[in-house]
């Protein structure tokens, strides 16, 4: 079996090593002897979304947002199609961002791909620090956030509850979103390599979209756990 994943517009979208999740899902899968196929995506490339079993966003300044806004919002009615469609979708920071209807800054209004309905505002000040979340499926989630984004997320369900660190805005309590097969999140770090049970998760989505069987073989996750460990050590009060 082969899985396939579209990696959009790594050029643009990799701050703080996000292309270190593509990394991890990629060694989880064939360690377990699952193939994966990793396209980036680059320039004005058209892409057919229902070719893929993952695509996947990272995050990038303001410039470069609005920069792969423009590409993406010519493909708009495709990618809402591919994730009304159950299609799996990953997006952290500035693609999380560019999930929603807009992002309001200082002197301009991005238009965002409207596929979530959240809002992101820019604040005065930059929201930097380790995150320690909670979920109830996954149970902690750690990473780092770098955002001046404040995003407010409305009805949805989110993908945690902070812990340690600012979240989605810095005032509900809330981190990322999970809609559908989407997960979007602020959490860079990178994310997934300290993370290996939403790492799983993901492949799990990805396999059960292609009709495949998602058991997945155990790892040895010791040193993944470790340093999943560290950060809820250091960071969360016990």
């Known amino acids: 079996m082969k899985l396939r994943i579209a990696h959009l517009y790594p050029d643009l979208l990799n701050l703080y090593g996000d292309i270190g999740n593509m990394t991890t899902l990629k060694k989880r899968c064939e360690w377990r002897d699952i193939s994966v196929q990793i396209d980036p995506i680059y ?90 979340i909670e979920n109830e499926q996954f149970g902690t989630i750690v990473g780092f956030e770098n955002h001046g984004g404040r995003t407010y997320i409305n009805e949805h369900t989110p993908l945690g509850k902070v812990l340690y660190g600012s979240g989605n805005n810095g005032t509900d309590g809330n981190e990322g979103v999970i809609y559908k097969n989407v997960i979007a999140t602020y959490l860079h770090g990178s994310l997934l390599p300290k993370n290996p049970k939403l790492a799983d998760h993901i492949i799990k989505l990805m396999l059960e979209q292609r009709g495949l069987p998602s058991e997945l073989k155990p790892l040895d996750d010791t040193i993944e756990n470790n340093a999943h460990q560290y950060i809820i050590d250091r960071f969360v009060k016990k």
């Not at 993952?54 to 423009?70: C, N, P, T, W, Y």
Request: aromatic content about 8%; hydrophobic content about 35%.
């Open 43 to 132: 320039g004005n490339e058209k892409i057919s979304f229902t070719d893929y079993d993952l695509v996947f966003l990272g995050g990038g300044s303001d410039r470069e947002q609005l920069l792969v806004r423009d590409k993406l919002i010519k493909m708009k009615k495709e990618l809402t199609a591919y994730v009304n469609d159950g299609g799996v979708l990953a997006a952290v920071c500035g693609g999380y961002q560019l999930l929603g209807s807009y992002y309001k800054l200082e002197n301009e209004t991005i238009e965002g791909l409207e596929i979530l309905n959240i809002q992101t505002e820019v604040g005065k000040t930059r929201l930097i620090s380790d995150v320690v």
